[in-house]
């Protein structure tokens, strides 16, 4: 038969409680869901603002829809580079104190676009070892020398760096870690750079909208700025639309317009979508109130976790996982919670280290208090 090696591969996975399902969503994101049939009280998007359903946002989509129709039909060097598509690129460039910004259709072909752009077989790649899975994949794209640190260890990227030689030096990082919640060490990188003539790419998926004066993100949290750094961030999370960003010096965006093939060779977003992160950006910006909130949902979180059995990892952000361990006992704590009408979903290998396999709760402006003592409520049952 063919493939009855995938089968058996996927039968392995399946057996170390590795297998990946999709559950179907009949409703718009927000922290209450229908799925499979059921309704759910949910702590795993990534819509920190609780934007993805904003009335205004769906205003503007429509109306976006009505103006330039559905499509873009073409690449943006084709035909497909619209006004709003440039007026967008203008306000997050503006937004984020960068010369020139760069929209991409997704944050993952953001990622590859830069790295592969911006270095090749001579130069050299300095990743963090827990680096989102697009930033990975980029650096196998560019083909250049890739030295690995430990995760958010400066001391050792600082040997590496004086370690390496001729050839452009690239430090790529999460901002924000995905699965942890935890910060990237920016000043200490910055500095890094500025002893190694190295550049810096910050991915800011999950600090973006949620960090920062007026949500402008990790680099103003981290109170830095500096023409070495080319910024990236998504707006399919906490900006509640979809695609990504890529803010820097003018030099940079013209070389990704030119070389970033994930940006050339691609059909432009719907022109539509990029009103709606027009406005969503105004919401953001605007969104003080949410962030408050959100800050005092995370607090009541982490202090609900005191009288449990197992502990949140270290992170003041929105992303607030649970660490297992166990890949099965994670699914099982899942499921039970699943039972109890909360969803939360259980992050394993590889996407995290063997052996840390959790529940990744994140929690979101539109949560109620009420929700989070729901979801501490039930683990305590689970305790039990
Ligand atoms: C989600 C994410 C991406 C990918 O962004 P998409 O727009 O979802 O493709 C890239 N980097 C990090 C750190 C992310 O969390």
């Known amino acids: 038969?063919?493939?009855?090696?995938?089968?058996?591969?996927?039968?392995?996975?399946?057996?170390?409680?590795?297998?990946?399902?999709?559950?179907?969503?009949?409703?718009?994101?927000?922290?209450?869901?229908?799925?499979?049939?059921?309704?759910?009280?949910?702590?795993?998007?990534?819509?920190?603002?609780?934007?993805?359903?904003?009335?205004?946002?769906?205003?503007?989509?429509?109306?976006?829809?009505?103006?330039?129709?559905?499509?873009?039909?073409?690449?943006?060097?084709?035909?497909?580079?619209?006004?709003?598509h440039h007026e967008l690129e203008a306000a997050l460039a503006d937004f984020v104190g960068k010369p020139a910004a760069l929209l991409f259709s997704t944050g993952y072909m953001a990622n590859l676009g830069v790295v592969q752009a911006l270095v090749g077989r001579e130069d050299t790649v300095f990743a963090d070892k827990l680096n989102h899975a697009s930033l990975n994949d980029a650096m196998l794209l560019s083909r250049a020398n890739v030295q690995r640190y430990r995760h958010n260890d400066i001391k050792h990227l600082a040997q590496l760096l004086e370690k390496t030689g001729k050839g452009r030096k690239l430090i790529i990082t999460?901002?924000?870690?995905?699965?942890?919640?935890?910060?990237?060490?920016?000043?200490?990188?910055?500095?890094?750079?500025?002893?190694?003539?190295?550049?810096?790419?910050?991915?800011?998926?999950?600090?973006?909208?949620?960090?920062?004066?007026?949500?402008?993100?990790?680099?103003?949290?981290?109170?830095?700025?500096?023409?070495?750094?080319?910024?990236?961030?998504?707006?399919?999370?906490?900006?509640?639309?979809?695609?990504?960003?890529?803010?820097?010096?003018?030099?940079?965006?013209?070389?990704?317009?030119?070389?970033?093939?994930?940006?050339?060779?691609?059909?432009?977003?719907?022109?539509?979508?990029?009103?709606?992160?027009?406005?969503?950006?105004?919401?953001?910006?605007?969104?003080?109130?949410?962030?408050?909130?959100?800050?005092?949902?995370?607090?009541?979180?982490?202090?609900?976790?005191?009288?449990l059995p197992w502990k949140l990892m270290p992170s003041n952000t929105a992303i607030q996982p649970m660490l297992v361990g166990d890949n099965r006992q994670a699914l099982d704590l899942s499921e039970g919670l699943r039972e109890r009408g909360i969803w939360v979903a259980a992050i394993r290998p590889p996407t995290v280290p063997a052996g840390t396999a959790r529940l990744r709760i994140t929690l979101s402006a539109a949560h109620r208090a009420g929700d989070v003592t729901r979801l501490i409520e039930a683990l305590h049952e689970l305790a039990r």
């Open 1 to 84: 038969m063919p493939f009855s090696d995938l089968q058996r591969d996927l039968e392995g996975f399946a057996s170390l409680g590795l297998l990946r399902q999709r559950h179907m969503l009949q409703s718009p994101q927000s922290p209450h869901i229908n799925v499979d049939g059921k309704s759910y009280l949910s702590f795993c998007s990534n819509d920190y603002l609780g934007l993805a359903n904003h009335p205004q946002l769906i205003a503007e989509l429509q109306h976006g829809a009505a103006k330039y129709g559905v499509g873009a039909g073409a690449a943006h060097l084709v035909s497909g580079h619209t006004q709003i």
């Open 174 to 307: 999460d901002a924000v870690f995905s699965m942890d919640g935890v910060l990237a060490p920016l000043p200490g990188l910055l500095a890094l750079c500025e002893r190694h003539d190295a550049w810096l790419l910050v991915d800011d998926a999950h600090g973006f909208g949620v960090l920062g004066e007026g949500g402008r993100g990790t680099l103003s949290h981290s109170g830095i700025a500096s023409p070495r750094i080319v910024y990236m961030a998504t707006l399919g999370k906490a900006a509640g639309v979809s695609g990504a960003f890529v803010a820097a010096e003018q030099v940079v965006i013209d070389t990704l317009v030119n070389h970033a093939h994930s940006y050339v060779y691609t059909t432009a977003t719907p022109p539509a979508l990029a009103g709606a992160v027009l406005a969503s950006m105004q919401l953001m910006e605007q969104g003080d109130g949410l962030r408050a909130h959100l800050q005092r949902l995370i607090a009541q979180l982490r202090s609900g976790f005191h009288e």
